[in-house]
Nanobody, 127 residues
Framework: QLQLVESGGGLVQPGGSLRLSCAAS????????IGWFRQAPGKEREGVSC????????NYADSVKGRFTISRDNAKNTVYLQMNSLKPGDTAVYYC????????????????????WGKGTLVTVSS
C-alpha cells in the first residue's frame, strides 16, 4: 500500500521549534518532489515548502522563509520540515504530499496536482 505518514506535530509555545517528518511506505521518494502544506481552521490549504527530487532544490512560502527548513533523506525515505521561531499563526494541520513526473531539479509542488497525500499532523502554537 502506497502511503505517506506525517509525525512530529504537537503543542509548542510561541518561539519554539518542532520537526515534522514525512515517511513513505510502499514506494521510494527518490524521484518525487515533496511538498508540505498546511490548513488552518476556517482557511484554505496553502503550500508551505517544496523540495525537488534530485539536487534538493527548495522553495518556501513568504510567511515561513527564514524560519522553516525542508530537507530529505532518501536513504530513510523520509522528508523533514524543521520549524523554528513558531508563531500562533503557524497553527494548522500540516500535510506532506508527493508528486512524480516533474522536473527533477526544480521544486514544483502544485496543490491540485500532487499524487499522494498524508493524513496530516496537527501543530498548535500557543502559550
Amino acid at each position: 500500500q502506497l502511503q505517506l505518514v506525517e509525525s512530529g506535530g504537537g503543542l509548542v509555545q510561541p518561539g519554539g521549534s518542532l520537526r515534522l517528518s514525512c515517511a513513505a511506505s510502499g514506494f521510494t521518494l527518490d524521484y518525487y518532489a515533496i511538498g508540505w502544506f498546511r490548513q488552518a481552521p476556517g482557511k484554505e490549504r496553502e503550500g508551505v515548502s517544496c523540495v525537488s527530487s534530485i539536487g534538493g532544490s527548495t522553495n518556501y512560502a513568504d510567511s515561513v522563509k527564514g524560519r522553516f527548513t525542508i530537507s530529505r533523506d532518501n536513504a530513510k525515505n523520509t522528508v523533514y520540515l524543521q520549524m523554528n521561531s513558531l508563531k500562533p499563526g503557524d497553527t494548522a494541520v500540516y500535510y506532506c504530499a508527493a508528486v512524480g513526473g516533474v522536473d527533477w531539479f526544480i521544486p514544483h509542488c502544485p496543490d491540485g496536482g500532487m499524487d499522494y497525500w498524508g493524513k496530516g499532523t496537527l501543530v498548535t502554537v500557543s502559550s
